[in-house]
């Protein structure tokens, strides 16, 4: 790996590792109630007693932001997760079984990747309640399709290779093949794949609590906020600022950290 590309891992490593933290941290400690008023101190600017200021109900926007990190991280874990489970489940059934379940399987796949992705959430969240879970169920149904041609593209190269047909050839049964040969030769795609798509889950999340269909108040949201901070832009400027970076820095460093982890698979390969 050339030194650009390793530049590229470590940005998006201490992106990731550092919002983790503010996470983690934001799990016992935030500097003011993230839901607490204070209507005199309203649209504060930036200072000592409120590091990132203040929004239009006097709330402290760092502590809101902290708790952010919670709702943005529960989003991409969580819809991440339903994404390959389903998407493990399409794929490897596809790829392994082959011939008439491969085309039946990837021709529904086909049919939910041609529907465009934030009208399917957008509907979804619609017929039912706005929430929190809603969103992720949503999200995480718009990721089966990566997750399963990741899946199936692995399992139809590594199937036929040596080391697996020699397993075979001594007896291995079906759940050892996929589990035990197949599955550790395919992970490090399906962990690209995955950094890729929690950075778009946050990305999808934040558009839909924007639009007022995704985490409702007065739950904190970087999507959220942003939608609140549109009519004081001019007054407050940095109450849009901060919401807004942090969801670039999420963004940008689970896809530079996505993108090292490619560049050192490839590498190895």
Not at 130 to 142: E, F, H, M, Y
Not at 174 to 186: C, E, K, N, Q, Y
Not at 240 to 249: E, K, M, S
């Amino acid at each position: 790996m050339n030194s650009g590309k390793k530049i590229t891992l470590w940005i998006g490593l201490t992106l990731v590792a550092l919002l983790f933290v503010l996470m983690a941290v934001s799990l016992f400690y935030v500097p003011y109630g993230a839901n607490e008023m204070n209507i005199a101190g309203r649209l504060q600017a930036p200072g000592a007693a409120h590091w990132l200021g203040t929004d239009n109900f006097g709330r402290d926007i760092l502590s809101r932001i902290m708790e952010g990190t919670q709702t943005a991280f529960s989003v991409g874990f969580f819809s991440v997760l339903i994404g390959l489970a389903g998407g493990f489940l399409l794929g490897a059934a596809a790829g392994y079984l082959g011939r008439w379940a491969d085309e039946l399987l990837m021709r529904a796949v086909d049919a939910l990747m041609a529907f465009p992705g934030i009208l399917l959430a957008l509907i979804l969240v619609t017929i039912f309640k706005p929430s929190l879970g809603q969103t992720i169920i949503a999200i995480g149904i718009l990721f089966v399709p990566s997750f399963a041609r990741v899946i199936r593209g692995g399992f139809l190269q590594t199937k036929e290779a040596d080391f697996v047909k020699a397993a075979r050839g001594m007896g291995a049964g079906h759940a050892a093949l996929i589990f035990r040969h197949i599955v550790p030769h395919i992970l490090s795609s399906v962990i690209v794949t995955a950094s890729l798509c929690f950075s778009a889950a946050i990305l999808v999340e934040a558009a839909l609590s924007y639009l007022g269909l995704g985490v409702q108040p007065p739950d904190p949201s970087w999507g959220r906020m942003l939608n609140e901070s549109q009519a004081y832009m001019s007054k407050a400027p940095w109450y849009a600022l901060a919401p807004g970076l942090f969801i670039t820095l999420t963004v940008l460093g689970f896809n530079l950290l996505g993108d090292g982890i490619r560049d050192l698979r490839d590498r190895r390969a």
